[in-house]
């Protein structure tokens, strides 16, 4: 157990549906990291979520949002799935200063 | 922007064996430089990093990387490798300058075989 906890840990939907990814990080931890990871991208950069607020953007669709709550605990929402959004979903969380990330189990996404 | 290659994407060995994974990153400014170890059907997970100093890296279960920084790389080696190293492995960096977003490469593939 990392200590980030990631649900769920599998999840099928159909195409068009909306889903939401829970992350929540290792306790201190005030950064909340999004990464998808499919054969074809590898570890792509989604989101950063820093105590709250959004830090950094990456390669992110506008059909996927995310937040941070005041517990510190992200939510990833996929909405309009397609089949293409299939991947595993991780979260990471790390402390500001530390640079070294702690990653979740990740959540299987497949959309159908 | 930064990117990060590895340029190994499936290596093949028998144990006892040595492995050196190559990684090369583009910028050219500080960096900080991670390598991570995903085990079949688990989480990533940290083997080393390298911030500053000395630029021979030691990491968890006999593994140590050589940061080069005239040739922007930063290859992770193991002198003998077990069954057990059988991973995927990924190189990171961070994105640059007042970030700590970190950028993967696409992962070697490691098979081990006894």
């Known amino acids: 157990d990392s200590g980030v906890t990631q649900t769920p840990k599998h999840l099928i939907t159909a195409t068009g549906q909306r889903v939401t990814l829970r992350c929540s990080p290792r306790?201190?931890?005030?950064?909340v990291y999004w990464y998808q990871q499919s054969l074809d991208q590898g570890l792509q950069f989604l989101i950063q979520?820093?105590?709250?607020?959004?830090?950094a953007k990456g390669n992110i669709l506008e059909r996927f949002s995310a937040q941070q709550f005041p517990d510190l605990h992200s939510e990833l929402n996929l909405s309009s799935l397609e089949l293409g959004d299939s991947a595993l979903y991780f979260c990471a969380s790390s402390y500001m200063q530390d640079y070294g990330y702690t990653f979740g189990s990740g959540t299987r996404l497949t959309v159908v | 922007a930064q990117s990060v290659s590895q340029h190994n994407h499936h290596v093949i060995l028998s144990e006892a064996a040595s492995l050196e994974l190559g990684c090369n990153y583009s910028y050219g400014g500080t960096v900080n430089l991670f390598w991570y170890v995903q085990y079949p059907g688990q989480h990533l997970q940290l083997l080393l990093k390298y911030f500053s100093g000395d630029p021979l890296v030691k990491g968890i279960k006999g593994f140590e990387a050589e940061f080069i920084k005239s040739k922007f790389s930063f290859n992770l080696r193991k002198p003998s490798v077990q069954w057990s190293d059988t991973a995927e492995y990924f190189c990171?960096?961070?994105?640059?300058?007042?970030?700590?977003?970190?950028?993967f490469g696409t992962g070697t593939r490691l098979q081990v075989f006894p």
């Open positions: 979520y820093y105590n709250g607020e959004e830090r």
């Open positions: 306790s201190g931890d005030l950064s």
């Open positions: 990171a960096v961070n994105g640059g300058p007042n970030t700590d977003k970190l950028i």
